[in-house]
């Protein structure tokens, strides 16, 4: 039995403080912390996307202006999946921002 990555959501959690990471990616979300030339993000999101998946649910709290423009730049107009945002306005935790992507 295979299943249709295509019609499954991905949630990726990215509205943390990233304490443990400040020293080397000060001012900027955790997610968005250079792997050679590439925001981490970038690479996840081209690798969900190359293996199939096409609906990604970002959750996003922290600097969240930030990981909304990388999105915006890199992967904004293409119709072949869905980038949708999971705002929160205060720290959720884990739990609080998985119950609030769920809509």
Do not use: W
């Not at 949630?11 to 968005?32: A, D, E, N, T």
């Amino acid at each position: 039995m295979s299943t249709n990555l295509s019609e499954m959501d991905v949630v990726i959690l990215c509205g943390g403080l990233g304490k443990r990471l400040r020293p080397v990616v000060f001012g900027q979300p955790k997610v968005l912390a250079k792997i050679g030339e590439n925001a981490f993000l970038d690479i996840l999101i081209d690798n969900l996307l190359m293996h199939g998946f096409k609906n990604i649910i970002l959750s996003v709290g922290y600097l969240k202006e930030l990981i909304k423009e990388l999105i915006k730049n890199h992967f904004g107009c293409e119709e072949d999946y869905n980038i949708v945002f999971s705002e929160e306005e205060e720290p959720l935790g884990t739990g609080g921002a998985l119950k609030k992507a769920k809509n």
